[in-house]
C-alpha cells in the first residue's frame, strides 16, 4: 500500500544553509494496517506525512501509494491523487468556517472526477455522531466536535490510507478515546490502511504495529 524508499528532505534556513530533515532509508505500510509513528516534537513526523501526502515534494527518493509512485506525479496530478486516494486529518482540523458540517464534507468530495455524494456524507457524519449537526458550522461546533467533522471530511473519498497528524492533540481529554475509536473502527470497517502520528504513549499503547521515528530516520538518529 504505502512504500517509501531512500527519502531526503531538507529546508532552506534564513542564513542559506540547508537544515535536513528526513532521511529514511525505507518505510512500509500493508494495505489496511494500522500503525502508529512516535516521536519527539520537531522530529519530522508532520514533514513526513506531508511528504507520503505529496503536500511537500522530498528532495530525493520515491513514494509509492497503491502501486502509483507520485514522486513522478505533476503538482496537479498529486492534487488529484491525493483529493481520490488519500484522507488526512490534520491537528489544527482545517474546516472552512463559513461552511456548514455537512458542506465541509462535501467540499472533499469536489476535488475528485466523481459528483459529490451528499448521502455518504450525511452517512459519515451520523457516523461520528453529528447527525444531528450537519448545518452547523464550526465556530457553532465544540473542538471535539470540529475534529470529528474533519475526520469524516478525510473519509470522504473512500480513501485507500488514511494520515492522522495528533489527531486526539487539540482534543479535550473526555473525548479523545472516542476520536481515536472512531478513526480505528471506520478504517477497519472501510479496509483503510492508517498512519498515526502521535507523541502519545496512552494512544501508541492502543496499537500493535508501533514505529519510532528516531529510530528509522538517519536525521535524527545522527548515524
Not at 507520485?70 to 488519500?86: G, H, K, N, Q, V
Not at 459528483?115 to 461520528?128: C, F, G
Request: charged share 25%; proline share 4%; hydrophobic share 40%.
Amino acid at each position: 500500500m504505502l512504500q517509501l524508499k531512500d527519502i531526503k528532505k531538507s529546508f532552506t534556513q534564513p542564513d542559506g544553509t540547508e537544515l535536513p530533515i528526513l532521511d529514511i532509508a525505507e518505510f512500509n505500510v500493508a494495505p489496511a494496517e494500522q500503525m502508529v509513528l512516535v516521536g519527539r516534537s520537531g522530529g519530522g513526523k508532520t514533514t513526513l506525512l506531508h511528504v507520503i501526502a505529496g503536500i511537500s515534494r522530498p528532495d530525493a527518493g520515491k513514494v509509492r501509494i497503491d502501486d502509483w509512485e507520485i514522486t513522478l506525479f505533476s503538482e496537479a496530478e498529486c492534487d488529484r491523487f491525493r483529493a481520490e486516494r488519500i484522507g488526512y486529518v490534520f491537528q489544527t482540523f482545517n474546516l472552512l468556517p463559513g461552511f456548514s458540517a455537512l458542506e465541509n464534507v462535501l467540499l472533499a468530495m469536489r476535488f475528485t472526477r466523481g459528483r459529490p455524494d451528499k448521502a455518504r456524507a450525511r452517512q459519515l457524519l451520523e457516523r461520528v455522531g453529528l447527525g444531528h449537526r450537519t448545518t452547523h458550522k464550526p465556530t457553532m461546533l465544540s473542538v471535539g466536535e470540529q475534529q470529528r467533522v474533519a475526520v469524516a471530511r478525510a473519509l470522504a473519498n473512500q480513501p485507500k490510507l488514511l494520515l492522522a497528524d495528533e489527531p486526539t492533540a487539540n482534543v479535550d481529554s473526555g473525548h479523545q478515546q472516542q476520536v481515536l475509536d472512531l478513526i480505528r473502527q471506520t478504517c477497519a470497517e472501510e479496509d483503510v490502511a492508517l498512519v498515526l502520528v502521535t507523541h502519545t504513549p496512552e494512544v501508541a499503547g492502543q496499537f500493535e504495529r508501533v514505529d519510532h521515528l528516531e529510530e528509522i530516520n538517519q536525521v535524527v538518529t545522527g548515524t
